[in-house]
């Protein structure tokens, strides 16, 4: 079951990726919405940080996001 | 000298950007344009972030950030946990090639946590307070930065000290940017201070992360991130009864994001997959969907999480007995004759699907300050697990986190 659901969602991102022309090819004028602040990745690290933190001790996984993050005995 | 270089081309592409932009979806703050120079989203990558920076560019402005976070959790019939946590972030531009960052939170901890499975009989009392802080210092070159963080937590029972070293590097034409970064973090779990028999146990963990950021168009951002982390030591929950757990934990962590820009609403989606896996024997997958839309002075951001997790090899369902009660006996007896082999009954190791629910709500009172309000509602059900009923006999999981902050650049 999991891995029909990762197959499908891998061949439907390959499926979108290549009916793209140009993929990859964008040139500096034409970043104007990559810029804006709602495009990045993490916007407000303060929520990032409190939020993972909760999932980080109320679930097995955590992770992931980047290194260098120290540990807590959290229940 | 590369700042200026920056400005001189941001200057040259404001103009190429108001004749092919739709100026009323266009932001014309230099510091936007500088940002649309360069691969946005990249800052993403580590832990400690700048708001709005990318990269290769130190931060133009100073930024204070401080944020007050409740959280609330429960199973029916028990109010669980509660945590209150303020919280406060600052970053500062340095010569206009170097970045500094810090922040602090301290979270106040009460309430009780099962002993067992979800059980509320003999669950354990906690009133705990929680200090951490971290450091960051990050040099910027063109195209190129490099970071060194430090992280300390102290709680009363366990006290955590981290470092992190990560660099990033852009394509000539910024549309892919590499990333590499090391962690390392030592842990000491003592419990004695509150009568608990854990003596210095220790933990050390290593990580390693490669990522990529990519461009794919005009109105789409990519992101790939493989870490790798191998830990020993004291892994056991000296809370739960006769809770132990293998002394060693690697983990293999794959990350994918995605942001879309929907031109037609000005808005934007971030989508994200995680797989997760590691030599307790647990696999998790977590989904994320958001939808951020401006609207004037105000930022609406509803959000969507699912999470399902596998059950950890050594993890051990509950016991029924013949009316389909917890048998709490028979639990406890097979503990015994289980001594000294890797066992654990805490929910959190279980098969269970979860979902969360949010709502952002920001408001811009200057162009310089901006308020904000999270609500999330996250519950927690093994009927939701991935693929089929997760673990049986245990209570659904109900938690609300709110958070409400203000954030000034100057």
Redesign the interface.
């Known amino acids: 079951m999991t891995k029909t659901l990762l197959n499908i969602l891998a061949i439907t991102s390959l499926a979108w990726l290549g009916g793209c022309s140009n993929l990859g090819q964008v040139n500096a004028w034409e970043k104007g919405n990559l810029a804006k602040p709602e495009m990045t990745f993490e916007s407000d690290p303060l929520d990032q940080r409190f939020v993972q933190h909760i999932y980080g001790s109320k679930e097995n996984s955590s992770g992931g996001y980047g290194v260098g993050g120290g540990g807590c005995g959290c229940n | 000298m590369v700042m200026a270089s920056a400005a001189v081309?941001a200057v040259a592409?404001e103009s190429?950007?108001m004749k092919?932009?739709n100026t009323s979806?266009?932001?014309p703050a230099s510091g936007?344009?500088l940002?649309?120079?360069v691969l946005?989203?990249l800052?993403?990558?580590?832990?400690?972030?700048?708001?709005?920076a990318s990269a290769e560019n130190a931060p133009e402005k100073s930024t204070i950030?401080i944020?007050y976070?409740t959280?609330k959790?429960s199973q029916p019939g028990w109010d669980r946990?509660q945590v209150d946590?303020p919280?406060l972030?600052v970053q500062a531009p340095i010569a206009g090639v170097w970045a500094l960052e810090g922040?602090w939170?301290g979270d106040s901890?009460s309430g009780a946590?099962p002993r067992w499975h979800t059980q509320t009989t003999g669950a354990?009392r906690?009133s705990d307070y929680?200090n951490?802080g971290?450091f960051?210092v990050t040099r910027f070159f063109p195209r190129a930065a490099v970071s060194a963080?430090?992280?300390?937590?102290n709680?009363h029972?366990?006290t955590?000290?981290?470092?992190?070293?990560?660099a990033r590097w852009s394509t000539e034409?910024?549309?892919?940017t590499w990333t590499v970064?090391?962690?390392s973090?030592s842990?000491r779990?003592d419990n004695t201070y509150s009568g608990g028999d854990v003596v210095n146990q220790r933990?050390r963990?290593h990580?390693?992360?490669a990522g990529v950021t990519?461009?794919?168009?005009?109105?789409d951002?990519a992101?790939f991130?493989l870490?790798r982390?191998f830990g020993e030591g004291y892994y056991n929950?000296p809370?739960k009864t006769l809770d132990t757990r293998p002394n060693s934990r690697n983990?293999w962590?794959?990350?994918a994001?995605w942001?879309h820009?929907v031109?037609s609403f000005d808005?934007?989606v971030?989508s994200s997959?995680?797989y997760?896996n590691?030599t307790?024997g647990?696999r998790?997958?977590?989904l994320g969907l958001e939808w951020?839309q401006?609207a004037g002075r105000w930022?609406f951001t509803p959000g969507l999480r699912y999470?399902s997790?596998s059950a950890?090899s050594f993890y051990l369902d509950p016991i029924m007995d013949a009316q389909g009660n917890y048998d709490a006996q028979a639990v406890l007896m097979r503990a015994v004759s289980l001594n000294g082999q890797n066992q654990s009954t805490d929910q959190?190791?279980a098969a269970f699907g979860?979902v969360t629910l949010s709502m952002?709500v920001a408001y811009a009172l200057t162009p310089a300050t901006t308020i904000?309000l999270?609500v999330?509602a996250?519950k927690?059900r093994t009927s939701w697990h991935?693929?089929?009923s997760g673990s049986p006999g245990l209570d659904p999981?109900d938690?609300q986190?709110v958070?409400i902050?203000l954030?000034h650049r100057f």
């Open positions: 081309a592409t190429v950007l092919k932009t979806h266009f932001l936007v344009l940002a649309s120079l946005p989203g800052a993403a990558l580590v832990a400690a972030t700048p708001l709005n950030a944020k976070g959280y959790d946990v946590a919280q972030y922040s939170v901890v946590s354990s906690m929680r951490a971290d960051r963080s430090v992280a300390y937590s709680e029972d366990y955590s000290s981290a470092i992190g070293l990560d034409d910024n549309n892919r970064g090391y962690g973090s842990d779990i933990k963990t990580e390693f992360m990519q461009v794919l168009t005009p109105s951002i992101q991130n870490t982390s929950d809370y983990t962590i794959a990350l994001r942001n820009h031109e808005a934007s971030h997959y995680r997760y590691d307790f647990v998790s997958h977590t951020v401006p930022t999470y997790q950890a959190r190791l979860a952002k904000d999270k999330e996250y927690q991935l693929g089929g999981f938690a986190f958070q902050g954030t």
